[in-house]
Each structure stands twice: as structure tokens, then as C-alpha cells.
């Protein structure tokens, strides 16, 4: 099945500058990858995605490359704020999977200090 | 309805008891899925559901684990004979699909926290 690798484990940032975080998949057929933000006790919510057609997609201040040759995709924050303080998740899912069946990366602790 | 609703929001629980979660999904999703999420770990899928037919079920779901839709409306999860290993954050989520919208989009709940002392 499919695997998902992320990293950092943790990332901090001062406030304005940019955040990377960059996943591994194993399965080369995986066709979509989004990335979840939770803030501490709070829901996972989708920041943005990505499918497998498209190298590259942004919203405002974050953006999501993908390189399917490499089998990795990254995010990007952009001018960081203290509000942006979150784990990161991102995922993928197998091209024969329901589209709500994802594999999960580990996630990425953002701390963004003032 | 804003969002998909959980409850309990927390469970402590002895060894062995059995509980009970319930989720209810964004009334207009078809689809219904359960993740289970251990601290400093993302998600893992346990189960989902379209409508009221559970589809799949991961080999993490042991036969301690059942989950039903009945109506495909709201979902329950049972934990029987509960273990240490099971304490955990149960998270629901749900999507809507058919043949001409397929979105990802996970809606997901604020989820259920398990405590097996």
C-alpha cells in the first residue's frame, strides 16, 4: 500500500518568513495529494491539493509542487504569521482508492515566532 | 448543521468495557469515514462508508472494532473488550461524491478521545 513520508518533525519560523515542508510517497500511480492544517485540539481542515495532472498550485500565501518523477511534494508558506502555528499534514491516495481514503503523512509541528 | 459533529468528546474507560462513539456527518455527504489518529502520528483510516454500505475496513480494524450507518445518516463505532493500545483520537469525516463531482475534500470532526486505563 501506499506510504507517506514527511519532514521536518518540526519547523520553527520567524514571522515572515517562508515554511517548506516536503512528503514522499511509494506509490507512483497516487493521484492526489492534499494537505490538512490542525491547530492544537482542533479539527484537520484542508489547506490546499493538488492532483497528479498539475506540477503546481497556489492560494494566497501557501502553494503545493508536486514532482511525480521524484515521487515528492512540498508545501510552501509564504511571509509567515503567527497564526500559520499549526501541524501540517499532508497525504495521498492510491489511484484505486475512494477519494476519501488517504494515507497520512506524520505531520510537521510549525511553530511561527513573533 | 455546520460541520460533522462527534460525541463523546472524551471517553475514559476501563480495560475490557466496551464504547461507543458517534458521528454525525454535513447532512448532504454521502460518504462517511472513520480515522483513528495516535498523538504525534497523521490519521489512519479504519473504515468508510457511502451511504449506508461500509465499503471498506482497513486491517487496523480488528474484529473488537464494528462500525455501522444504519440509515446512512449518522455512523457509530464500537470498541468491544477495550485495550490499552486502543486509547487513541477517533476522528469521523465525511464527503460528498458521485459520478460527476469526485472531490477529496475531507470534512472532518473535531473527534473522540479514547482512554483505556
Known amino acids: 500500500g501506499e506510504n507517506v513520508e514527511q519532514h521536518p518533525s518540526t519547523l520553527s519560523v520567524q514571522e515572515g518568513d517562508s515554511a517548506v515542508i516536503k512528503c514522499t510517497y511509494s506509490?507512483?500511480?497516487?493521484?492526489?495529494f492534499p494537505w490538512y492544517k490542525q491547530e492544537l485540539g482542533k479539527r484537520p481542515q484542508l489547506i490546499i491539493d493538488?492532483?497528479?495532472?498539475?506540477g503546481e498550485k497556489k492560494d494566497q500565501r501557501i502553494a503545493v509542487t508536486l514532482n511525480k518523477t521524484a515521487k515528492h511534494f512540498s508545501l510552501h508558506i509564504t511571509e509567515t504569521q503567527p497564526e500559520d502555528s499549526a501541524v501540517y499534514f499532508c497525504?495521498?491516495?492510491?489511484?484505486?482508492?475512494?477519494?476519501?481514503?488517504?494515507?497520512f503523512g506524520a505531520g510537521t509541528q510549525v511553530v511561527v515566532t513573533p | 448543521d455546520t460541520g460533522v459533529s462527534q460525541n463523546p468528546r472524551h471517553k475514559i474507560t476501563k480495560r475490557g468495557q466496551n464504547v461507543t462513539f458517534r458521528c454525525d456527518p454535513i447532512?448532504?455527504?454521502?460518504?462517511l469515514y472513520w480515522y483513528r489518529q495516535t498523538l504525534g502520528q497523521g490519521p489512519e483510516f479504519l473504515t468508510y462508508?457511502?451511504?449506508?454500505?461500509?465499503?471498506?475496513k482497513s486491517r487496523l480494524l480488528s474484529d473488537r472494532f464494528s462500525a455501522e450507518r444504519p440509515k446512512g445518516s449518522f455512523s457509530t463505532l464500537e470498541i468491544q473488550r477495550t485495550e490499552q493500545g486502543d486509547s487513541a483520537m477517533y476522528l469521523c469525516?465525511?464527503?460528498?461524491?458521485?459520478?460527476?463531482?469526485?472531490?477529496?475534500?475531507?470534512?472532518f470532526g473535531e473527534g473522540s478521545r479514547l482512554t483505556v486505563l
Open positions: 469525516a465525511s464527503s460528498f461524491s458521485d459520478r460527476i463531482t469526485n472531490t477529496g475534500e475531507l470534512f
Open positions: 506509490d507512483s500511480a497516487s493521484n492526489y
Open positions: 493538488i492532483r497528479s495532472n498539475v
Open positions: 497525504a495521498a491516495r492510491g489511484v484505486t482508492d475512494s477519494w476519501g481514503k488517504l494515507q
Open positions: 447532512s448532504e455527504h454521502n460518504r
Open positions: 462508508f457511502q451511504n449506508e454500505a461500509q465499503l471498506e
